[in-house]
């Protein structure tokens, strides 16, 4: 399984932005993805996941903001961020995991800064 981030960016408070991830080596039907972020010195959250079956799940703090989706034939998870602030500032990262197994996988991380 390989999952490559991609989008993030500089971007003024109020904008959008479009994060991709192109997975590799998985099959949606069987696996839920998702996107996490890391703000410096925080945990990482979860910010949206889309499950094999195709509900999604949204963090309360970018419900209404944010919207995730998956392309099957095109093997990618995009994460459409707008009213974009401050507080969305963070390393960004793909995420997969098997239906019915601990088995995970990271896509390395994309950077997104919200300027005031």
């Known amino acids: 399984v390989q999952l490559q981030a991609s989008g993030g960016g500089l971007v003024q408070a109020g904008g959008s932005l479009r994060l991709s991830c192109a997975a590799s080596g998985i099959t949606f039907s069987r696996y839920s993805t998702g996107w996490y972020r890391q703000a410096p010195g925080k945990q990482r959250e979860l910010v949206a996941l889309?499950?094999?079956?195709?509900?999604?799940n949204i963090a309360d703090s970018v419900k209404g903001r944010f919207m995730i989706s998956r392309d099957s034939a095109k093997k990618t998870v995009d994460l459409q961020m707008s009213s974009l602030k401050p507080e969305d500032t963070a390393v960004y990262y793909c995420h997969a995991r098997r239906d019915f197994s601990s088995s995970d996988w990271w896509g390395q991380g994309t950077q997104v800064t919200v300027s005031s």
């Open positions: 889309i499950r094999s079956g195709g509900s999604t």
